[in-house]
């Protein structure tokens, strides 16, 4: 992945130069990765099955209101099904979805 972007942004800055937006030795060509860099840890994509499993568990929780149990599985299942990230999904109101389309507009953070 870091050498992917690694070759985008010179990619980038190969561009600007040559557009005449940026007057400067490329800043990435001659950059190198630390051998002791640590790899990327593996990841796991939930399933539908996982998520429809932790949507009822959200249900069936005790002691929490019905209002929080509702906004604990929309933000879940905005996540999951529409593949928003967690501030898109904070920011997600209802004047984004027309009947047919989710649009983001907006990301909140720290809230």
Known sequence: MIKHA???????????RNQG??????????????????RPKQTHAATPE???AILDAVAKAKD??????LKLQAAI?????????PGEAR???????DGH????RRSVWHT
């Open 77 to 85: 299942a905005l996540q999951f099904f529409a593949g928003l990230r």
């Open 21 to 38: 937006v940026f007057n400067a030795p490329n800043p990435v060509q001659g950059t190198m990765f630390p051998k002791k860099a640590a």
């Open 91 to 97: 920011g997600v109101q209802w004047d984004d979805y």
């Open 6 to 16: 690694k070759s985008i942004l010179s990619g980038i800055f190969t561009l600007a």
């Open 101 to 104: 389309r989710l649009t983001v």
């Open 64 to 69: 929490t209101t019905r209002e929080y149990k």
């Open 50 to 52: 996982e998520v429809i």
